[in-house]
């Protein structure tokens, strides 16, 4: 069973940049497609961006898309968000799941780490 450890939230000004990390543990991490959701209080969780097993294929919701990018080291075993020209809305907790399958839907997504916060300020 693969182990996710999200890492790199903080507090950014709006228009600045953050970088998310999500460590994997387990043997079989390069079988699993990634992605990448937050959830803003009150509010469902909701898909930002996937990346195929192979890192080959990768896939935005329309909001993000010029703005952030999702990619992964299959060396460390890590993927990662690059966030750039944040926005107040995107404030929220940022989680970071598998999968064996391929989508957007939150129940597709059979492991899922803690999650970490990121915090948009004006």
């Known amino acids: 069973q693969v182990q996710l450890v999200e890492s790199g939230g903080g507090l950014v000004q709006a228009g600045g940049s953050l970088r998310l990390s999500c460590a994997a543990s387990g043997p079989t991490f390069s079988s699993y497609a990634m992605a990448w959701f937050r959830q803003a209080p009150g509010k469902e969780r909701e898909f930002v961006a996937a990346?195929?097993?192979?890192?080959?294929?990768?896939n935005y919701v329309d909001s993000v898309k010029g703005r952030i990018t999702i990619s992964r080291d299959k060396a460390k075993n890590t993927v990662y968000l690059q966030m750039n020209s944040l926005k107040r809305a995107e404030t929220a907790v940022y989680y970071c799941?598998?999968?064996?399958?391929?989508?957007?839907?939150?129940?597709?997504?059979?492991?899922w780490g803690q999650g970490t916060q990121v915090t948009v300020s004006s």
């Open positions: 990346i195929s097993g192979s890192g080959g294929y990768a």
């Open positions: 799941p598998g999968t064996t399958c391929w989508g957007r839907s939150v129940g597709m997504y059979q492991v």
